[in-house]
């Protein structure tokens, strides 16, 4: 008889977390959070004050995995890993996370345009047994010189408006990236490398 693969619980609304997901091989459940007025305060995102981007990023992911655990108590879900990542984009050590609108991601764009950044993403993987285990991936990317007119179609596009420093490489933003070292997928939200490693590390079977 063959086992069916274990799976797990992804603890994101990402759309890209799960598709690279997907492209690993890994079976697994979406676990939501509420969001706008009724989101979940143990995963609010905003930074505490004085926080820096590292510990920040760090802060939220675990907060997401550990959440995410007591929602499977909560809604007596079946007992799974639960896995979390949280992305930041960090230049002059000032923390720009997901726009509040068009306006604040077009300001974003200008500060990026010309200049390097930092994307880190904090990877998080909690056991039903109550092991933690974190990872950070971090890489550096340099964006050309935008223009205004460059920078108002790609916030007219939409893509900028639910990602962390206001663009997604894996998009239209791909045609702004001159130079990157470090992850990719790691920029698009979920370090590949990063998280095997982890799933590895508690012993899940299903990679």
């Known amino acids: 008889m063959t086992l069916a693969p274990q799976r797990l619980y992804l603890a994101s609304r990402s759309p890209r ?12 459940d979406t676990l939501l959070f509420r969001a706008g007025a009724r989101a979940d305060g143990e995963v609010d995102e905003t930074p505490l004050p ?11 992911a675990r907060a997401k995995a550990e959440h995410g ?10 007992p799974q890993v639960v896995l979390s990542a949280d992305t930041t984009v960090e230049v002059d050590g000032q923390i720009l996370g997901k726009p509040v609108d068009g306006d604040d991601a077009a300001r974003t764009l200008r500060l990026l345009s010309g200049r390097a950044h930092r994307v880190l993403t904090a990877v998080v993987v909690a056991t039903p047994a109550g092991q933690i285990e974190a990872a950070l991936s971090e890489s550096r990317v340099r964006f050309r010189e935008l223009s205004d007119a460059e920078i108002r179609r790609y916030v007219a596009s939409g893509e900028p408006l639910d990602k962390a420093g206001s663009y997604g490489i894996q998009g239209r933003a791909a045609l702004f990236v001159a130079h990157m070292e470090g992850s990719y997928t790691g920029i698009m939200g979920l370090p590949l490398f990063e998280t095997g490693a982890l799933l590895r590390k508690i012993g899940f079977d299903g990679l």
């Open 17 to 28: 977390r799960r598709e690279l997901l997907t492209q690993i091989g890994v079976h697994f």
């Open 50 to 60: 004085g926080e820096d981007p590292v510990t920040y990023v760090q802060r939220v």
């Open 69 to 78: 655990r007591r929602i499977l108590v909560w809604r007596k879900l079946q």
